[in-house]
């Protein structure tokens, strides 16, 4: 009986650890991805040349399309 209660309390710690574990995670890997995007995108603004920062304005017809990259 000893040994089953412990056993019990064993898989039920594990259990609780496992899912505090999968909740931290949960938390952190949003906030580095976007840390990471942030960083990304914020590199590339800067290095972005002036040409590929300008705006096109061709015409098609009487419809202006706008284009950037």
């Known amino acids: 009986m000893i040994t089953l209660n412990k056993r019990f309390i064993q ?3 594990a259990a609780i650890l496992l899912v505090m574990v999968f909740g931290l995670l949960s ?3 949003p906030i ?3 840390l990471f995007l942030g960083v990304f995108l914020l590199l590339r603004a800067c290095n972005a ?3 590929t920062a ?3 304005l061709p015409e ?3 419809v202006p399309i706008v ?3």
């Open 67 to 69: 284009f950037a990259l």
């Open 60 to 62: 098609v017809g009487n």
């Open 32 to 34: 580095i991805i976007a």
């Open 49 to 51: 040349e002036q040409e």
């Open 27 to 29: 938390l952190i890997w």
């Open 11 to 13: 898989l039920t710690s």
């Open 54 to 56: 300008a705006l096109w």
